[in-house]
């Protein structure tokens, strides 16, 4: 299941992971590695094609203990739920993320919609051991202000927050991830802008309420990558992996993720870093090798 609609070519040769590693200058990851997050793979990225468990265990066999996913399980049967349960527990795999809700935060005329979003959501998760839900802005709203629709992204969040207030499952505290998207991918989109979302979710002021900062997205939407995490690290909940252009592997196009992971040590940011790239190549080797990149770095 893809979390939107992509138009990808995914033609092309594999490229050499000892290249990519020379390229970006990491080291493969030892005792030494001081990397203080955990690593993640969004589903919908790879191994379509095959049954839900088996795509758990591919992503296993590449070395990940966490998969988000993008409501794979909208029509699972309980027989489906206790399947993938009992395969996740065998492989040692945590469902750190979902997504994938109907209605977003940015209209005003939505509000109740995306709060039963939100309520009918939570037992799924809870069943699931799934901590974390991204949320969307939606699209631009034709007859509201930016001011406005700013403010309905910060009153919605906020509405959705005291549904979630001290909630806990699997040990952790629910949380919402609001997610920009740039705006090749989506020009109707609302909120294309890093900065601006740091300053929705530094309005609605909730510890439980943080920011889905996508490298991939803002490098093609505004640049400037490391200042604006630099500065908003505590507001950061999660952080999403992919190259530009084309969305493939770190190392395969023009942000240095070297540099990335060396930041997100030193800063000690001990959330999730996931994966979501398509791979050019055989997917299970394309993820050891992002994950070798991710976990070798070293604080300078």
Same mark, same amino acid.
Do not use: C, I, M
């Given at each position: 299941m893809n979390r939107r609609t992509f138009s990808r070519n995914l033609a092309g040769a594999?490229?050499?992971?000892a290249g990519i590693e020379a390229k970006q200058g990491?080291?493969?990851p030892s005792s030494e590695s001081s990397a203080p997050?955990?690593?993640s793979v969004m589903l919908w990225t790879v191994f379509r094609n095959l049954p839900f468990?088996?795509?758990?265990?591919? %992503?296993? +066999?590449?070395?990940?203990?966490?998969?988000?996913? %993008?409501? +794979?399980?909208?029509?699972?049967?309980?027989a489906d739920f206790k399947r993938a349960n009992a395969k996740r527990k065998e492989l040692g795999i945590s469902f750190d993320t979902t997504a994938g809700l109907n209605h977003a935060v940015g209209n005003p005329a939505d509000r109740q919609a995306m709060l039963s979003d939100i309520r009918n959501e939570l037992p799924i998760m809870e069943k699931i051991d799934c901590p974390a839900v991204i949320v969307m802005s939606g699209n631009v709203i034709p007859g509201l202000s930016r001011e406005q629709q700013h403010q309905s992204c910060i009153e919605g969040l906020k509405r959705a927050a005291s549904l979630i207030e001290g909630k806990q499952i699997s040990g952790q505290p629910v949380r919402l991830l609001l997610e920009n998207i740039d705006p090749e991918e989506n020009p109707r989109y609302y909120l294309t802008s890093v900065a601006e979302g740091f300053e929705i979710i530094r309005a609605v002021n909730h510890p439980q309420v943080r920011f889905l900062y996508d490298f991939f997205h803002e490098q093609i939407a505004e640049g400037n990558l490391m200042e604006k995490l630099e500065k908003n690290i505590e507001y950061t909940g999660l952080v999403h992996i992919a190259d530009v252009p084309g969305r493939h592997a770190p190392g395969t196009g023009e942000i240095n993720y070297a540099n990335i992971y060396r930041k997100l040590a030193e800063l000690n940011y001990n959330r999730i870093v996931a994966m979501e790239f398509i791979p050019?190549?055989?997917?299970?080797a394309e993820l050891r090798q992002a994950r070798e990149a991710a976990l070798g770095v070293r604080r300078v």
């Open positions: 594999a490229f050499s992971a990491v080291a493969a997050y955990g690593l468990e088996q795509r758990l265990a591919r %992503v296993a +066999e590449a070395g990940y203990k966490n998969v988000e996913l %993008v409501g +794979e399980y909208k029509k699972w049967s309980e050019l190549g055989d997917p299970v």
